[in-house]
């Protein structure tokens, strides 16, 4: 709770959309505005600060994590599966790292299996709102209008999914007014334009997709090689259940995008797993039928596997925390430095910036006054530019590139360092 904002929390937790929607919809990036509509009623309320911003992700996911356990409970009978499967959920990579972060992949791939679930037992109303929340929440769940359409191809299923679609929409179009795009923001303009390709096809990339996330751990290893197994053994049964054939389109059309998408951050691999998991579940509820003891034998195996590999990710959770002290050690060191040369500017890249000027992300009191580097046109309008803040050996990319060889080519004076952790940050000043 008291861990500061980092990285892409800078937009996803921005507050005062209620006074100005047009500012909303620039700062998504064309993405829809449903996270930003939850978190900006608890602003209203509690106050807009960082730990009102982690409370969010808190309660939001532990309230879906509860509400897909009684939907399992109502659609299965089997309770030990269903343990096993909320096991994996919560013993995986990316929700351990960021279950408590203001990020909206895990409420948005929830809430849509939620929705899944209610349209497998024919209630339409609850099987509409629940995808009008994962669809306002983000895009990636037009992944579940597929998946119901393919699985219960009926009308009251495409007019169910009508609000979702209409919601989704509006704010595509929205941003399409304001910004003349739709999802291309610019900082993807400019890595496009600098190093020439971005979000290209690449057979090797999914190679290396598939081995990162299957074949190198070993929790997600078993559960591939059970699940095919299983399936090939139970294909008559599996294959009628709506259930298992929707997990099924999502595995495969959720992954095999981003697979061949040129972005390897973590979130784009949560709902692939999440349909993974699931599968997983289905096929060790059919073998339990025949083979009760064996079932839970390799439930139980599974289940110390990831535990095992869940354990690892808490190491990554205590670098976080090392990370968000180095930025605010750095932070407070500008901010005194900075009181000292009134008027002035410092100059750095994405996220720092954000980090420098918003004081929500719980690093300033008060807002410096920054220029961002993104590469935009090289460095220029740097009159007011008195400093410049460096990430030395934990962000490499072209930004960080370009302010490294600009304070070399222009002699900048290396005043302070801030080394923690293993990572380095300096601040330099124009002579």
Known sequence: MSQPLIGDESYYA????????????????GHPIGWLLINNLFFEIFGHTHHVAHLVAIFTNSALMSILYFCLRRSFSSHFQILFLMSLIALNEYFVLFSHISHPVIAMSLSGIISLLFLNTGRYRLFAF????????????????????????????CIASLPGLLFLGICYFWHFLIEGSLLLNSQAKTVYQNEGSMHVMDLSHAFEYFYNNYLSNQTNLFLLIFSTLATLFFQKKLYKNKFFQQMIT????????????????????????????????????????KFKKSAYLIGTAIAFSAIHGGAQYFDSLNNNKLHSEHLKSLSIK????????????????????????????????????????????GLTKLKLTKFIVVPENWLDNFATRELKEHVKLNNYLKIYTEDRGGRLSSIYIKE
Request: with cysteine; glycine share 6%; hydrophobic share 50%.
């Open 250 to 289: 999502i595995f495969i059309i959720h992954g095999g995008f981003f697979a061949f998408y040129l972005d390897t951050a973590l979130r784009n691999t949560f709902l692939n797993m999440l349909s993974l998991y699931i599968i997983s579940f289905m096929c060790l509820r059919c073998f339990s039928i």
């Open 14 to 29: 921005i507050g005062g959309i209620f006074d100005n929607f047009k500012f909303a919809i620039q700062e998504t990036f």
């Open 334 to 377: 500008l901010s005194q430095i900075m009181k000292n040369s009134p008027g002035s500017e410092v100059l750095s890249t994405n996220p720092l910036t954000d980090y420098f000027e918003l004081p929500y992300m719980g690093y300033v009191e008060e807002p410096l006054r920054v220029r961002w580097h993104g590469g935009v046109k």
């Open 130 to 157: 629940w995808l009008l929340v994962s669809l306002a929440i983000r895009e990636s769940a037009l992944v579940f209008v597929i998946a119901a359409i393919l699985t219960v191809p009926n009308l009251k299923t």
